[in-house]
């Protein structure tokens, strides 16, 4: 890739980052992104549609660096605490940006892009699980549980302490 390109590239993302981190989504304009980055609003659509595409991109692409390392994501299912060990450490490694991105009315849709894609990769490994409802719920509930575990206890307790209570959960939930 051009360097050139690259460049302008970081600049409007890190642009978008630090606007991100001070107001919502939905009050971002093209405009003082531009300002931001040191761009003109053309070399901003040059490169995406709008600010939501500029958002969905980093969105997907902060996920797709979190499951890269989850190389295994059936593990959920074979060996659910070592699984949740190795999942928070992913989202852990990408916090101040989970936390800039998808805050507010945002959340939701980080959890459920990443079950999204955990989903796949799993009826990918199991493809006779991928018709059944039970087994779409059961995914839904141990990767939105333990999300939602995660978000609403992780200033109370230990880190290490929680994830050993939602591992334990999800080996009773697999029994």
């Known amino acids: 890739m051009d360097l050139r390109i690259e460049r302008t590239r970081r600049s409007i993302i890190n642009a978008f980052i630090e606007l991100r981190s001070r107001k919502p989504l939905e009050k971002i304009t093209v405009k003082e992104l531009a300002e931001l980055a040191f761009i003109n ?11 939501y595409d500029l958002s969905e991109q980093l969105e997907n692409e902060t996920i797709d660096m979190i499951l890269a390392n989850i190389p295994h994501p059936e593990e959920l299912l ?14 852990t490694s990408q916090n ?38 039970e087994w779409d ?27 050993d209570i939602v591992g334990t959960i999800n080996e009773r939930i697999l029994k």
Do not use: C
């Open 78 to 91: 074979t060996k659910p605490k070592p699984f949740v060990e190795i999942l928070s450490a992913a989202f």
């Open 137 to 163: 719920i059961l995914l839904s509930f141990l990767i939105q549980g333990g999300f939602r575990a995660f978000l609403s206890h992780s200033n109370e307790v230990d880190n290490a302490y929680l994830i």
């Open 41 to 51: 609003k053309a070399t901003f659509y040059s490169h995406y549609k709008d600010i």
């Open 96 to 133: 101040s940006l989970l936390e800039i991105l998808f805050s507010g009315s945002r959340t939701h849709v980080f959890i459920n892009k990443v079950e999204e894609r955990m989903k796949h990769q799993i009826f990918s490994i199991y493809p006779e699980y991928k018709d059944s409802l």
